[in-house]
């Protein structure tokens, strides 16, 4: 797990590893099926050596989960250059761009059928998003979160065309 | 061919439509062949002009082809005469398309009602199924209302209940969503994955990825024919968390 994100959540209260847990199930609804329980424990443990986070045990003998963490002043410095940090993930089309002319040049395989791999591909996740999308309620955190990867796939797809149309034109030029 | 058992409701065998003569020939269907089966939602992307219009209109029997075999439930309709071809489409097919085609001077409800009376249906029975189906599109509250008075997508899921009033075997949409902005398309994409849960076989001509990702089965056409395939029902990825970088963010060490 992202130590930012952990951190960041520390901002808001003192907690345990199982309430932090609980509340990115939350955020992520059907998404948070592939994050691994563990990995919250793993990044907490991390931040707890490199001195940005403590942990105190807390009067409840009957939980087997009795550390309650809380962030230090390093912690609240790393969360704060976090959040004014801009970042945005990168979708790799380089790669795939260099793929198409690649496969093209050496003519190790048809670009077009590369695009059309891709693009099943696509469509598939799209329908997979798509159905969970749909799925959640009105104004849930989730919801907004698929929406997202629905526009991103939809975006993706529409170079897909583009680059179809492109292919398609050298072909038939050559 | 009998209209039994797992015979596809729609089937396509070398079909063609050419446009024009000699050096002028355009062949915008070139030799498709196609199986729906009952209950399926078939999508067909291409890029403009790839013929897959063209396709839709000679399934729907709006165009008759150059060349091929064409059937519908069993029965041979390429050589059907114009008579028994319109017969075919008010009773057998619905249509639904891009810019919507609603008589602008009628209301909601007289609009879906329309096939039905043109069809012989009386008018009680045809305003009841019609009201049912306006319900079954959200859109009961709105019955009355002309039109010029609804939104765009409003007025396509009209279109859509339109189309389903004579209980069609097929449902033929021609870029349902292709006028509408990204709100309305969703409404029609709610109507269209509710429809395919209930079991219409529907065919649909798009470009929206959003429209094909409903689908069970997506064809893509180039140059008047057929070049991929791709099965969308199963298969699934399984992996949403992969989609939204969920993994690397849980795999990255900061």
């Given at each position: 797990m992202q130590q930012e994100v952990i951190l960041a959540m520390l901002a808001k209260e003192p907690s345990h590893g199982y309430q932090l847990r609980a509340r990115l199930r939350q955020a992520?609804?059907?998404?948070?099926d592939a994050m691994n329980d563990g990995q919250?424990?793993?990044?907490?443990?991390?931040?707890?050596?490199?001195?940005?986070?403590?942990?105190?045990?807390?009067?409840?003998?009957d939980r087997p989960d009795r550390k309650v963490y809380v962030l230090?002043?390093?912690?609240?410095?790393?969360?704060?250059?976090?959040?004014?940090?801009?970042?945005?993930?990168?979708?790799?089309?380089?790669?795939?761009h260099l793929k198409l002319i690649a496969a093209a040049s050496a003519g190790l395989a048809d670009p077009l059928a590369i695009v059309d791999a891709q693009r099943r591909e696509l469509l598939r996740r799209l329908r997979d998003a798509q159905r969970a999308a749909l799925a959640e309620p009105g104004g849930s955190a989730a919801g907004l979160l698929l929406e997202g990867i629905v526009l991103r796939l939809q975006a993706d797809l529409h170079w897909l065309e583009a680059c179809e149309r492109n292919w398609t034109g050298r072909r038939n030029r050559s | 061919m009998s209209d039994t058992g797992n015979a596809p409701l729609l089937r396509a065998a070398g079909l063609r439509k050419e446009y024009g003569k000699g050096e002028g020939l355009v062949r915008a269907v070139d030799g498709v062949d196609l199986d729906v089966a009952r209950g399926e939602t078939l999508a067909v992307m291409g890029p403009s002009g790839c013929g897959k219009s063209t396709l839709l209109h000679l399934l729907g029997g709006l165009d008759r082809p150059s060349g091929g075999e064409?059937?519908?439930?069993?029965?041979?309709?390429?050589?059907?005469?114009?008579?028994a071809l319109a017969g075919l489409r008010r009773d057998t097919i619905g249509f639904v398309f891009q810019a919507f085609h609603?008589?602008?001077?009628?209301?909601?409800?007289?609009?879906?009602?329309?096939p039905a009376l043109l069809a012989g249906r009386s008018a009680r029975p045809a305003r009841r199924r019609a009201a049912e189906l306006l319900d079954q599109v959200g859109l009961a509250d709105r019955a009355r209302f002309l039109p010029s008075a609804l939104s765009g997508g409003q007025r396509q899921r009209v279109a859509v209940a339109r189309a389903l009033v004579?209980?069609?075997?097929?449902?033929?949409?021609?870029?349902?969503?292709?006028?509408?902005?990204?709100?309305?398309?969703?409404?029609?994409?709610?109507?269209?994955?509710h429809l395919?849960?209930?079991?219409?076989?529907?065919?649909?001509?798009?470009h929206d990825s959003r429209i094909a990702a409903t689908a069970d089965r997506l064809i893509s056409m180039r140059d008047g024919a057929f070049v991929d395939e791709t099965r969308l029902t199963g298969g699934s990825t399984g992996n949403l968390g992969g989609l939204a970088g969920l993994t690397e963010m849980c795999e990255r060490e900061a």
């Open positions: 992520l609804g059907p998404l948070g919250v424990y793993v990044t907490l443990t991390r931040l707890e050596k490199a001195g940005l986070v403590a942990s105190e045990q807390a009067e409840a003998p230090t002043a390093a912690g609240h410095q790393k969360v704060a250059d976090w959040l004014a940090e801009v970042a945005w993930p990168r979708p790799d089309l380089t790669e795939f | 064409l059937w519908l439930a069993g029965r041979r309709i390429d050589h059907l005469g114009e008579r609603l008589m602008d001077e009628l209301t909601a409800v007289e609009n879906v009602e329309l004579s209980d069609p075997q097929v449902v033929l949409a021609d870029e349902p969503t292709g006028n509408l902005d990204s709100q309305a398309t969703l409404e029609v994409l709610r109507l269209l994955e395919h849960a209930a079991g219409q076989t529907l065919v649909i001509v798009t």
